[in-house]
């Protein structure tokens, strides 16, 4: 049994590492910090009002689909959703 567990656990191990969920959502959520940046060090005006632009739609979502996005977010990297939420 011990060994069966230990197998278990090694396939599990290999099946993560060749999983690309982590990375997409890390590139997901780096996307706009990235943006902002340039947006910020290239002087671009319009650039800037876009940022803004896209930030203050983003936080007219609607609870319901931050909480989704935030409980998706958290599960591919192994965080509890409901204590993330609790806090708010």
């Known amino acids: 049994m011990a060994s069966g567990q230990i197998e ?6 290999e099946a993560r590492q060749s999983d690309w969920k982590d990375e997409f959502i890390l590139l997901l959520l ?7 940046s340039w947006a910020v060090f290239s002087d671009d005006p319009t650039a800037m ?8 739609y983003f936080s007219k979502l609607p609870f319901w689909y931050q909480t989704i996005f935030v ?6 990297y192994g965080l509890k959703a409901t204590d993330l939420i609790k806090r708010k």
């Open 30 to 36: 780096s996307a706009p910090i990235v943006m902002l």
């Open 49 to 56: 009002e876009k940022m803004q632009l896209f930030f203050e």
């Open 71 to 76: 409980g998706v977010i958290a599960s591919v």
């Open 8 to 13: 278990y656990q090694g396939k599990l191990l």
